[in-house]
């Protein structure tokens, strides 16, 4: 295991890029209505070296954008420029660092005076020439006493051929998209339909009012091939469906296992789900007594072991859902920064009677809890890549 100690650029953000290579997003200096400008570098931390991505294309972070099956060494980000009153292009780009060339790949017009708190854009990159674009709008319930974005439109995008071919399949256009996350390398799990849980949306819209909720699985060719063939139904491997008194959350996926909690709102109860991919086959742990969404389960696979994490006033404890029982913890002066991969990043603050507070950073191996680095700094940003290498990026 490496890991390394960074000092980090005040109010930026790291992403990894290639091996040694992390973009480094900082605030720019001009701005866009509510939008502020963004400046994207090249950051080399083994030659300290920052270059910044095509400095003369001014950039902001307007649509949400995700990317499916991350390529090494590329990042995406939109171009913007007002053509009208009111009214703006958005452009995005595909940046590909072994070649240091930017690549064109979509454009759309935004009214300023609607987007953000009328209208929502969210960009899902299928593969390398494939978009999945998702437009929410504001939209009133019934009795007119709650909006939210509940209505959608939705296109695949071919950047080869320039050409966007609508959505039809109920469960994508009128449920829309709330999560889409690669399992496989070819299969792609996805939540459909709009939670009732957040916002408190069961208290407010009716039962005719709502889109039946899936969990489930695309292989995303597959997926591609019928949009294009304008088939009226979508293939969806379906492994859970809710309507109406029950809910999905909480979708994720860890080394491909699947996890998500179904609410019952009546009978405030969840079940959280860990479904086994491979195996097809699902664990399942009940919890009662869940009235708000800060008391959802919160799940993660340490070591191919399923766990629940549990805050209270005592710290953090980990629940060990094979064998029902908790497992290990970390006191309530320790704050968990990020784990992955069977690694826990902690920061652990101690209190002085006189004097500054004293920050410490510990690294442990999880679910031993063997601590391999105590050392005295504030951290500001933390990456625990695939290959064993952690990055600590401090003040």
């Known amino acids: 295991m490496e890991i390394r100690i960074i000092k980090s650029q005040r109010g930026s953000n790291y992403i990894p890029l290639c091996q040694n290579r992390f973009l480094c997003i900082s605030d720019g200096t001009k701005q866009l209505g509510n939008y502020l400008s963004k400046r994207l570098e090249l950051y080399d931390i083994i030659e300290n070296r920052k270059e910044e991505i095509a400095p003369n294309m001014v950039k902001y972070q307007i649509w949400d954008i995700r990317v499916l099956q991350s390529i090494q060494g590329c990042c995406y980000f939109t171009s913007c420029h007002m053509i009208e009153k009111n009214q703006i292009k958005v452009e995005l780009y595909r940046y590909q660092e072994k070649t240091n060339t930017i690549e064109f790949l979509y454009e759309d017009k935004e009214n300023m005076l609607l987007y953000g708190s009328q209208k929502k854009t ?48 109920a469960w994508l256009s009128q449920g829309g998209i709330e999560q889409m996350q690669m399992v496989t390398k070819t299969i792609c799990a996805v939540k459909t339909g709009v939670n009732l849980f957040e916002e408190n949306r069961y208290q407010f819209l009716a039962e005719r009012e709502v889109y039946s909720e899936r969990i489930g699985f695309f292989n995303i060719q597959q997926m591609i091939s019928d949009i294009l063939l304008k088939q009226q139904t979508i293939y969806m491997d379906v492994i859970e469906e809710t309507c109406w ?25 969840e079940e ?60 309530k002066e320790q704050r968990i920064l990020q784990m992955k991969h069977g690694i826990a990043v902690v920061e652990e603050i101690q209190k002085a009677l006189f004097g500054k507070e004293r920050v410490w950073c510990e690294v442990y191996l999880l679910p031993r809890k063997e601590r391999v680095l105590r050392e005295k700094a504030k951290v500001n940003e933390v990456m625990i890549l695939e290959q064993e290498e952690i990055c600590l990026f401090t003040e």
């Open 272 to 331: 959280v789900v860990f479904y086994y991919y491979k195996e097809k086959k699902a664990e399942i742990c009940e919890r009662t007594g869940i009235t708000e969404m800060g008391q959802i389960a919160d799940t993660c696979i340490i070591q191919s072991i399923p766990y629940i994490r549990r805050n209270t006033e005592e710290g953090s404890s980990f629940y060990n859902i094979q064998k029902r029982c908790g497992e290990f913890s970390f006191g």
């Open 245 to 269: 008194d029950k809910t999905l959350l909480h979708m994720h996926v860890e080394a491909e296992v699947l996890m998500y909690s179904k609410v019952f709102l009546q009978e405030k109860k």
């Open 122 to 169: 969210v960009v899902f990159l299928l593969n390398e020439n494939y978009l999945l674009i998702q437009y929410m709008y504001i939209k009133s319930n019934e009795m007119e006493t709650y909006s939210g974005f509940l209505d959608f439109e939705l296109k695949l995008y071919s950047i080869k051929e320039k050409k966007a071919i609508p959505i039809t399949d």
